[in-house]
């Protein structure tokens, strides 16, 4: 079986400036021609039983609806070279090699595309362990640092509960995978977490930072500390964005999303500020499919805001490389 399978969704190649103009669809890309690789993963256990997820889908067909212009930053994403490799190759209904499949593609993507950044697109967040496990997989010496924006700490104990989508932390610090100490959970707020992850995550020294904390220090402030301090003590960033953690009004239909939560606008300011970050080389977006029905065509277009907002800090943080090494130069 291959590892990776072509999108349902596909677009001509054509030269513009939208979306679905700019970036291209490859099955191979030149590793040396790519700045940033996205693949999608199909597995969702939003409802509790598996099913293929909406939102890789739904994320590519709303392409057309957006420009490469970003005109707060005046930025313009053409610059970069983003490509959409398709999505892995699972199988619904066997969850275990569903599982390994994204293990073992995460793994290949982070070998062939050293130079690249990668981003994935779920699915529930039980895609994110095993995104991780792939990416130590490919480079066991690294130490991995998380950035989760959610409002859950996702750290039950699976030999207690069983196999849940909303338990990759616990999986990621049992197996070894990462450390607590470098695990940071930003968004956390209200009635949503037990006292007893909240105990395993303060055992564990997990960061956790609350949106009341975050709003009264500066988000930016807040931000940017967390990043310097990853880059102090690991190897390479990952940031995983649970869309549960926007507050309920911007993303009603996601299962998990609550009161109080992330408004649209902090969500991108965050995802900017993360992208100016080289430290961050791996990415995720996860947690938008309902538990019923069809995604809601406001939040899938906030979800992909939020990606164009990553690729806004990224393009932004190019430019002033460019810039200051011009001004060395003079």
């Not at 699972?90 to 293990?103: F, G, Y």
Request: glycine share 8%.
């Amino acid at each position: 079986m291959n590892m990776f399978i072509q999108s349902e969704c596909q677009w001509k190649q054509e030269n513009g400036s939208a979306m679905h103009q700019w970036i291209k669809q490859q099955a191979n890309p030149n590793p040396n021609e790519v700045d940033i690789v996205v693949y999608g993963a199909l597995l969702s256990y939003a409802n509790g039983a598996s099913s293929k997820a909406q939102y890789p889908t739904a994320f590519r067909k709303a392409w057309p609806g957006f420009q490469s212009y970003n005109l707060d930053e005046q930025v313009n994403l053409r610059a970069l070279s983003v490509v959409d490799i398709g999505d892995v190759a699972i199988l619904e209904k066997d969850r275990m090699l569903s599982e390994s499949a994204i293990e073992a593609a995460a793994e290949n993507l982070s070998i062939a595309y050293q130079r690249s950044f990668t981003c994935l697109i779920g699915g529930d967040h039980t895609i994110t362990a095993h995104s991780i496990k792939g990416i130590k997989n490919a480079f066991p010496q690294d130490r991995i640092g998380i950035i989760q924006i959610d409002t859950h700490l996702d750290a039950r104990n699976q030999e207690e509960i069983g196999l849940a989508q909303d338990s990759p932390i616990h999986q990621l610090i049992a197996a070894g995978v990462v450390e607590g100490r470098h695990v940071y959970n930003v968004g956390l707020h209200g009635f949503f977490n037990s006292p007893e992850m909240i105990h395993y995550a303060k055992e564990q020294g997990i960061h956790m930072i609350t949106l009341k904390q975050m709003r009264r220090d500066g988000i930016q402030l807040t931000i940017r500390e967390m990043l310097r301090q990853l880059m102090y003590e690991v190897d390479r960033i990952y940031v995983s964005v649970d869309l549960d953690a926007l507050d309920i009004v911007f993303a009603c239909d996601v299962p998990a999303a609550s009161p109080g939560g992330l408004t649209a606008y902090e969500l991108f300011d965050i995802l900017k500020l993360i992208g100016e970050n080289e430290g961050v080389r791996h990415i995720d977006f996860v947690y938008a499919d309902p538990k019923e029905g069809i995604l809601r065509p406001e939040t899938v277009k906030i979800g992909v805001t939020a990606f164009l907002q990553w690729l806004t800090g990224i393009q932004l943080d190019h430019r002033n490389r460019i810039s200051k090494k011009g001004k060395v130069m003079l």
